[in-house]
């Protein structure tokens, strides 16, 4: 387990700093998030439609699944340049690994991303995203991981796909519908001010996602790559 975790955390930091040195990614997903966030409160004015508010989990994961698609779809193509990615198959590191490794990177970037964006997003949608920031960011955590491990496999299957711009979203957002919805309630109870209560069945749910498919990640991503 040990050696898994470092071999996981090697892929992971090489990720990172790959990222932090050319900022492709990041910038791309940062600016569309921010330009989108502008967009939809001209569109809904949440300031002079109190009601809108009630909507404002729904709008930012929306905002939040369409940004990190854009990080996704660097997960695995940057390794299809000069044969990286029949290298690391290749290499004595474990598919498990590989898999860990890729979602952590891609899920630290995507809290970057959401926490550098609420700021913006509770001044234009007049919400208090800081009553209870310990249980948001839980969800954002949750909820980002789920997205990510389900992301980094379908990665994996379209990275040598011409059209994985296209095919990525296609499958992914069909496969973490469960996780969105338990993330829209919770977010939304959250930035109202509202009591969970019986909706912590979804964070029950949320964490269950999270598992099942962290596990048929690390299982599969050896199988996809080798396929």
Do not use: H
């Not at 967009?39 to 909507?55: C, I």
Request: charged share 15%; proline share 4%.
């Amino acid at each position: 387990m040990t050696r898994l975790l470092r071999q996981a955390w090697t892929i992971a930091a090489k990720d990172l700093r790959t990222e932090l040195r050319n900022k492709e990614s990041i910038s791309a997903a940062l600016s569309f998030t921010l330009v989108v966030i502008l967009l939809f409160s001209f569109a809904f004015d949440p300031v002079g439609n109190p009601d809108v508010r009630e909507q404002a989990g729904g709008l930012l994961w929306i905002i939040y699944l369409f940004s990190g698609i854009l990080l996704l779809n660097r997960t695995f193509s940057r390794e299809a340049a000069n044969d990286c990615l029949e290298a690391l198959v290749a290499s004595p590191m474990s598919g498990a690994a590989l898999f860990l490794g890729k979602a952590v990177s891609s899920c630290l970037l995507l809290l970057v991303l959401e926490l550098a964006s609420l700021p913006l997003f509770g001044v234009f949608y007049a919400v208090t995203w800081t009553n209870d920031f310990g249980m948001l960011l839980l969800v954002l955590v949750l909820g980002s991981w789920g997205f990510t491990v389900i992301g980094t496999l379908f990665s994996a299957v379209t990275a040598n796909n011409r059209l994985r711009e296209l095919m990525l979203p296609l499958l992914v957002f069909p496969m973490t519908l469960p996780a969105l919805l338990a993330c829209v309630e919770l977010t939304s109870l959250i930035l109202l001010g509202e009591p969970l209560g019986d909706s912590v069945a979804w964070l029950k749910l949320l964490f269950g996602f999270d598992v099942i498919f962290t596990l048929l990640g690390a299982v599969l991503l050896e199988v996809v790559l080798l396929a």
